[in-house]
């Protein structure tokens, strides 16, 4: 069965920590990973990662993809209170066969707080 | 337009009753993806439509559950006979499809959300 799994659940940081989010994936087909923001309601779109070991950046986050260990991380330096959100972690679905064509799996997420 | 835009916010109906949610694209767009969330849990994909035919509705309930995506018109997901399990945040994303790629691969963009309350 493929899955999605998120660590930690939860995490409290006080502003200005750095932060890695765990995501590991077990599926088959696998075409790419994303992260997601999510506030009080629709997911923000953060990165998409389909090559290993390119970093993709933007401002104090990055993340980058492992595809032989089938993990990715999502760092967050120099944390805001801003950034206290739910980051969730999905893997996209590629079956040439016919099967599920390009939904996500997504993880239960990471509850990230951060304390002024 | 630039957002997914879902309506209504938040829909409240007894059980037994109809459910209907709406789904607005962001303009060219061809990929358009429905999920169930419960109580803030992961993600369940129901359907996906590529324009208006269905692409893959391999998480669709088999019965009660049912979505369109007609031309000109917002996308629907429409559930019958509603129980108190129904409760829950659907969303609806979609994204644009990736013209070098069999499928697309662009990544996609949620709406909002509508909070179903089945009470």
Same mark, same amino acid.
Request: net charge positive; charged share 20%.
């Given at each position: 069965e493929d899955k999605v799994v998120q660590s930690p659940l939860s995490l409290v940081v006080h502003e200005g920590d750095t932060v890695t989010l765990n995501c590991s994936y077990e599926v088959t087909n696998f075409r790419s990973l994303l992260w997601y923001k999510q506030e009080k309601k629709a997911p923000t779109f953060l990165f998409m990662l389909t090559s290993s070991g390119i970093e993709k950046k933007s401002g104090r986050l990055s993340s980058i993809l492992d595809k032989k260990e089938l993990f990715s991380i999502l760092n967050i330096t120099a944390t805001q209170t801003g950034d206290s959100a739910i980051y969730?972690? #999905? @893997?996209?679905?590629?079956? *040439?066969? $016919? #099967? @599920?064509?390009?939904?996500? *799996?997504? $993880?239960?997420?990471?509850?990230?707080?951060?304390?002024? | 337009g630039e957002e997914v835009a879902q309506t209504p916010k938040h829909l409240v109906r007894g059980e037994g009753q109809k459910a209907k949610l709406y789904c607005a694209p962001i303009k060219g767009h061809s990929y358009v993806f429905w999920y169930q969330q419960v109580l803030k849990n992961e993600f369940k994909f129901l359907i996906s439509f590529q324009n208006e035919n269905v692409f893959d509705e391999t998480g669709m309930p088999k019965e009660r559950f049912s979505a369109k995506c007609l031309p000109n018109s917002p996308c629907s997901l429409e559930i019958q006979a509603?129980?108190?399990?129904?409760?829950?945040?659907?969303?609806?994303?979609s994204s644009h499809r990736d013209r070098t790629a069999r499928y697309s691969n662009q990544p996609q963009h949620f709406g909002d959300g509508t909070r179903l309350s089945i009470l």
């Open positions: 969730l972690c #999905g @893997s996209r679905l590629d079956n *040439i066969y $016919g #099967g @599920s064509q390009g939904n996500l *799996i997504f $993880g239960k997420g990471t509850k990230l707080s951060v304390k002024p | 509603t129980k108190l399990e129904d409760s829950a945040v659907y969303f609806c994303a």
